[in-house]
């Protein structure tokens, strides 16, 4: 069974700075990707960024230049740098990943940015 538990979320000023991470346990082993994604209240679950086993990134336009993400594949983890936050990263953040032919969410972690 695989388990993914986040950390790290939290509230804080704009302009400010947060870094979640994520970590997947369970017989698990080459994740083939590893994301962030989010959902604000009353809108739809959106991409934020992934990464692939080989470390290609890919970012939502609204967050490039602002948040980095990163991985390591020997602890299954992934983690999420997010620097100059907005009032509109508000939401909560889940953790997932790509496993064999399916993906595993975590539970998510509330990220609250105030102006």
């Known amino acids: 069974q695989v388990q993914l538990v986040e950390s790290g979320g939290g509230s804080v000023q704009a302009g400010g700075s947060l870094r979640l991470s994520c970590a997947a346990s369970?017989?698990?082993?080459?994740?083939?990707?590893m994301g962030w994604y989010r959902q604000a209240p009353g809108k739809e679950r959106e991409l934020v960024a992934t990464i692939t086993n080989s470390g290609n990134t890919n970012y939502a336009n609204s967050v490039k230049g602002r948040f980095t993400i990163s991985r390591d594949n020997a602890k299954n983890t992934v983690s999420l740098q997010m620097n100059s936050l907005k009032p509109e990263d508000t939401a909560v953040y889940y953790c997932?990943?790509?496993?064999?032919?399916?993906?595993?969410w975590g539970q998510g972690t509330q990220v609250t940015v105030s102006s």
């Open positions: 997932a990943i790509l496993w064999g032919a399916n993906w595993y």
């Open positions: 369970g017989r698990i082993f080459s994740i083939n990707a």
